[in-house]
């Protein structure tokens, strides 16, 4: 494995590996948000990178150029990087892996991604992915979750597959998982396609929330949850002042509306299951947080 370079080899209790990749599967850039965000939050260090030089077409993802110092002209290469974290109150520490979609060899790449999770004793990955989809920004993110496997499918309440078309990293690596006989979860956020070009903070926020449950992790994404409502404030200044967009977007608010009438009692979550998020939540506080 003389593609991996590794930072140090730390002992982690049970980890959950958690993958985004830039790119095709990263819609507004929200997956790549999210698992940034993670990192930045339980304060990730870098335990090993994949060297991209097997990996890209660097005439479609261009390394770039920076001063350091003001004078010093560095390269700065696609990266694929992992860190650890550790998760105090949590039954799990993470492993947080974020990179660029690879140009070529991804059975390779994803063999190498395994590879480092088993070497740090992983026992499920993770992945974030966002998508372009006829969604209003003004509702809720819609979310997609899928399992691996048909018992994590009833625990989480995911659905199985069924899907064909072109896929991406993600798709291939959740494939490698299946080979490796490792449990796999996908969580998908919907991203308003007339805003697909802007950062979308709501939608970060919708994938962190997914994967608090999944992982039972709880994060404070109070700075995030900031992000998401001035995102929001501004692209409704911005629908507001077109009014064929204003007419679109009420349309997709009125045919949500009309989807989410159908709701059985069945798809609400439990009291059970809303009591078991609360107790994990105040295992995972410390004495001195606040209320």
Not at 80 to 101: C, I, K, P, Y
Not at 156 to 172: A, C, D, K, Q
Not at 183 to 206: D, G, M, T
């Amino acid at each position: 494995m003389d593609e991996i370079r590794w930072t140090e080899r730390p002992r982690l209790r049970d980890p959950l590996l958690v993958c985004a990749f830039k790119g095709w599967n990263d819609a507004g850039e929200a997956a790549s948000a999210a698992v940034g965000f993670l990192m930045d939050s339980f304060d990730a260090t870098p335990v090993a990178s994949i060297d991209p030089e097997e990996f890209y077409d660097f005439t479609a993802v261009r390394p770039t150029v920076q001063l350091s110092e003001g004078r010093t002209r560095v390269i700065e290469w696609p990266e694929n990087a992992f860190r650890a974290a550790t998760v105090s109150g949590a039954d799990h520490d993470l492993l947080l892996f974020q990179g660029a979609e690879p140009s070529l060899r991804w059975r390779r790449f994803t063999d190498l991604v395994l590879h480092v999770s088993r070497e740090l004793g992983t026992r499920m990955v993770i992945t974030l992915g966002a998508l372009l989809a006829d969604v209003p920004h003004t509702r809720p993110v819609p979310m997609t979750g899928i399992g691996s496997d048909q018992a994590l499918v009833e625990r989480l309440g995911f659905e199985r597959s069924t899907y064909e078309g072109p896929t991406g990293i993600v798709g291939v690596l959740h494939h490698a998982c299946a080979r490796a006989g490792v449990q796999s979860a996908s969580l998908w956020a919907s991203v308003p396609h007339y805003v697909a070009a802007a950062p979308n903070p709501k939608a970060a926020l919708a994938l962190v929330r997914a994967f608090e449950g999944v992982a039972g992790v709880v994060v404070d994404a109070s700075d995030l949850e900031e992000s998401a409502e001035s995102y929001e404030r501004q692209v409704n200044a911005a629908v507001a002042s077109d009014p064929e967009v204003k007419s679109f977007v009420e349309r997709l608010e009125e045919t949500v509306d009309e989807s989410q009438a159908d709701v059985t009692p069945e798809q609400i979550p439990s009291a059970d299951a809303i009591a078991r998020d609360f107790q994990r939540f105040l295992r995972q506080r410390g004495p001195g947080d606040p209320p």
